[in-house]
């Protein structure tokens, strides 16, 4: 069990919350709850694909640390839309896809009350994949639509680049293979341009299979080609 603070940093007290099995949340300093908040959102994001009950625990540990604000100031509210957004996150892991999008929902609106367009943007993301799951692929690619152009807006080149690609596989569940090609070429473009050069790749394979799809397979080998030049390099 955790004692006390000390000089522990925001990192180690989310392990510690995580790990603990009765968390000492009262002794977290109150100008240190928002650092330990955040820590645990990483925490819950880390662990999502790989541990999904150890995100799960994230997101139960942000919420008993939330509940002991009253959102009485920004710090309690950001701390409170955390704790959404992770819950988002647990739900989708336990299959409670419906409560994860009101989830998401509740942390962007919470988000851009406090002006932080950037972390309302990102709680989009994982709300793609829990509309996806529910098969409603039409708000799935419409929210995917308005985040994109969110993180353009806000110069964050990567995110978006992740969006379109995101966009790119939807569309090609879908059968539009024309906008899968556009999407992913955007993607490998953005990618390109951040220095993410192995996910620009993959998104240039994305491209060439939507291609052959198409049965533009000129297009399509030559797309392969530069992935494979590109690869070697």
């Not at 790990?19 to 908040?37: D, K, N």
């Not at 990483?42 to 002991?68: G, N, T, V």
């Not at 992740?162 to 473009?189: C, E, I, P, T």
């Not at 240039?204 to 590109?230: C, K, P, W």
């Amino acid at each position: 069990m955790v004692r006390s603070a000390g000089p522990q940093s925001a990192a180690d007290w989310a392990r510690a919350l995580v790990e603990a099995s009765a968390p000492a949340h009262a002794a977290i300093a109150a100008s240190q709850r928002r650092a330990v908040a955040w820590a645990l959102k990483d925490l819950c994001y880390a662990a999502w694909s790989s541990e999904p009950q150890r995100a799960a625990k994230a997101a139960d540990a942000l919420r008993a640390l939330s509940q002991r604000a009253h959102a009485a100031s920004a710090q309690d509210a950001e701390i409170e839309a955390l704790a959404d957004w992770t819950a988002g996150i647990a739900c989708v892991t336990r299959g409670h896809l419906a409560d994860a999008v009101a989830a998401f929902d509740r942390a962007h609106d919470a988000f851009a009350l406090l002006g932080h367009a950037d972390h309302a943007a990102a709680t989009q993301v994982p709300r793609i994949m829990a509309l996806s799951l529910l098969g409603q692929y039409d708000e799935a690619i419409a929210c995917a639509d308005r985040a994109q152009r969110a993180f353009v807006a806000l110069g964050d080149r990567h995110a978006a680049a992740k969006v379109s690609l995101n966009l790119g596989s939807m569309f090609v569940h879908r059968g539009d293979y024309a906008q899968a090609v556009r999407h992913s070429r955007q993607a490998a473009v953005l990618f390109a341009r951040v220095g993410d050069h192995e996910r620009s790749i993959g998104a240039d394979i994305n491209m060439a299979n939507a291609l052959t799809s198409l049965g533009d397979f000129d297009e399509a080998l030559r797309v392969f080609a530069r992935a494979e030049m590109r690869a070697a390099a």
